[in-house]
Nanobody
Framework: QVQLVESGGGLVQAGGSLRLSCTAS????????MGWFRQAPGKGQEFVAA????????IYADSVKGRFTISRDNAKNTVYLQMNSLKPEDTAVYYC?????????????????WGQGTQVTVSS
């Protein structure tokens, strides 16, 4: 099994920055691709970004491209999401997810492991 624990959420003003972290434990070889998703109140789950462990391939949602940066430290089994120029519409619960395949994916159904989520609130 794999456990994912997120941290770094909070309240920030529009234009500010936050850095989310997600640390994997357990069978970490199963976390070849790690991603971030978010869910705003009353909305469905939305893909944010994903990164492959093997070749470093990165993909972003268009809504965050140029503002968010995903990275990972394989030695620490940790993935990060640096969020800059935050907007009120970025307010959501952010979830870390992992899948065994190294191929990046935008589909939540293709991720097997999920964290408990961390709240990000951006005030206007």
């Amino acid at each position: 099994q794999v456990q994912l624990v997120e941290s770094g959420g909070g309240l920030v003003q529009a234009g500010g920055s936050l850095r989310l972290s997600c640390t994997a434990s357990g069978r970490t070889f199963s976390t070849q691709c790690m991603g971030w998703f978010r869910q705003a109140p009353g909305k469905g789950q939305e893909f944010v970004a994903a990164i492959s462990r093997s070749d470093g391939t990165i993909i972003y949602a268009d809504s965050v491209k140029g503002r968010f940066t995903i990275s990972r430290d394989n030695a620490k089994n940790t993935v990060y999401l640096q969020m800059n120029s935050l907007k009120p519409e970025d307010t959501a619960v952010y979830y870390c997810a992992a899948r065994f395949s190294p191929l990046t994916s935008r589909l939540p159904s293709e991720y097997r492991y999920w964290g408990q989520g961390t709240q990000v609130t951006v005030s206007s």
